[in-house]
């Protein structure tokens, strides 16, 4: 069973930066493509970041595109999102994601989702 914990949320002032962690449970990590999704209050979870198995192409939303970095340790079964010139809209709950179908923006390819990390970006 895949299990996927997140960590790395917090508050920072616009402007900071954060490096959210996700951690894989299994060995399988390296068959997964791996996304992160974030949910702001009243809003639908949307498509961060994503990247394929072997760490060589990511996808980015546009609104992150130039901020944020997506990538993966195979050998430690993590991946990361560094995020760089945070912004107040950027507050979400961010979660990582694994699917084994695709590195995709489409949020029902994935078929394991972490529990959430709280990121708080103050004005």
């Known amino acids: 069973q895949v299990q996927l914990v997140e960590s790395g949320g917090g508050l920072v002032q616009a402007g900071g930066s954060l490096r959210l962690s996700c951690a894989h449970s299994?060995?399988?990590?390296?068959?997964?493509?791996m996304g992160w999704f974030r949910q702001a209050p009243g809003k639908e979870r949307e498509f961060v970041a994503a990247i394929n198995w072997s760490g060589d192409k990511t996808y980015y939303a546009d609104s992150v595109k130039g901020r944020f970095t997506i990538s993966r340790d195979n050998a430690k079964n993590t991946v990361y999102l560094q995020m760089n010139s945070l912004k107040p809209e950027d507050t979400a709950v961010y979660y990582c994601a694994a699917s084994s179908i695709a590195s995709t923006t489409n949020r029902a390819a994935y078929e394991y989702w972490g529990q959430g990390t709280q990121v708080t970006v103050s004005s």
């Open positions: 299994t060995r399988t990590f390296i068959n997964y493509k």
